[in-house]
């Protein structure tokens, strides 16, 4: 069984950024393909960043392409997403995933955090 602990949310102003961490337990993070998803009050949630299980191979929404980075430390089983030049929409909470391959669907992630709040105030 996989778990997922999202941290680093937090509040920021518009322009600035964060790294959310998701530290995981019963795996090791370089054997699954992660990813981190959003959902904003009223809004359905959605693909935002997904990285393969080599880490050679990533993938991102158009709208935080340039701005938001996945990466994944192996030792510490710990994948981040770096978000640089925060807009306001980028406010929701964030969920990382794991999955047997890289996906920008939610449904083929099988294990989810219980998410991390942002908000990015403008």
């Known amino acids: 069984q996989v778990k997922l602990v999202e941290s680093g949310g937090g509040l920021v102003q518009a322009g600035g950024s964060l790294t959310l961490s998701c530290a995981a337990s019963?795996?090791?993070?370089?054997?699954?393909?992660m990813g981190w998803f959003r959902q904003a009050p009223g809004r359905e949630r959605e693909f935002v960043a997904a990285?393969?299980?080599?880490?050679?191979?990533?993938s991102y929404a158009d709208s935080v392409k340039g701005r938001f980075t996945i990466s994944r430390d192996s030792a510490r089983d710990t994948v981040f997403l770096q978000m640089n030049s925060l807009k306001a929409e980028d406010t929701a909470v964030y969920y990382c995933?794991?999955?047997?391959?890289?996906?920008?669907?939610?449904?083929?992630?099988?294990?989810w955090g219980h998410g991390t709040q942002v908000t990015v105030s403008s």
């Open positions: 990285i393969s299980r080599t880490s050679l191979s990533t």
């Open positions: 995933a794991a999955g047997p391959m890289l996906s920008t669907y939610a449904a083929d992630f099988g294990s």
């Open positions: 019963g795996i090791t993070v370089i054997t699954y393909a």
